[in-house]
């Protein structure tokens, strides 16, 4: 019974990111560039999580091709993620999604800033 439940939640997992990360072909992420900005730790540290959440979920879904907008949106964000908090647990969601980014079949190339 619990294998079905986790399938169920795996299922609905899949479906809720394919759909966010597909709206307007990518456009949540460029909202969650801009979450980023804010002046309120709280929503983006919120973003943060949601941002690697979807991120990672991208690795898992099939390529609809907003890879690309993700990574043009978010890639600069997570590198200043990493290089200007203390906050570990920050450090290692924004190294989560960096390490997608790079280990990502299209990988970004050496350089790449936009």
């Not at 990672?56 to 290089?83: C, H, W």
Request: charged share 25%; with cysteine; glycine share 4%.
């Amino acid at each position: 019974m619990q294998e079905d439940e986790e399938k169920a939640v795996s299922s609905w997992e899949k479906r809720v990111a394919f759909v966010l990360c597909n709206h307007e072909k990518g456009s949540i992420f460029k909202a969650l560039e801009e979450c980023f900005k804010s002046n309120s730790l709280e929503t983006a540290k919120s973003c943060l999580v949601i941002s690697t959440w979807l991120i990672y979920m991208l690795s898992v879904l099939p390529d609809t091709g907003v890879k690309t907008a993700a990574r043009k949106s978010l890639l600069d964000e997570f590198i200043n993620v990493l290089q200007s908090t203390r906050n570990m647990e920050e450090k290692i969601l924004a190294t989560l999604a960096l390490r997608t980014f790079v280990s990502d079949p299209g990988k970004i190339s050496v350089g790449e800033n936009s």
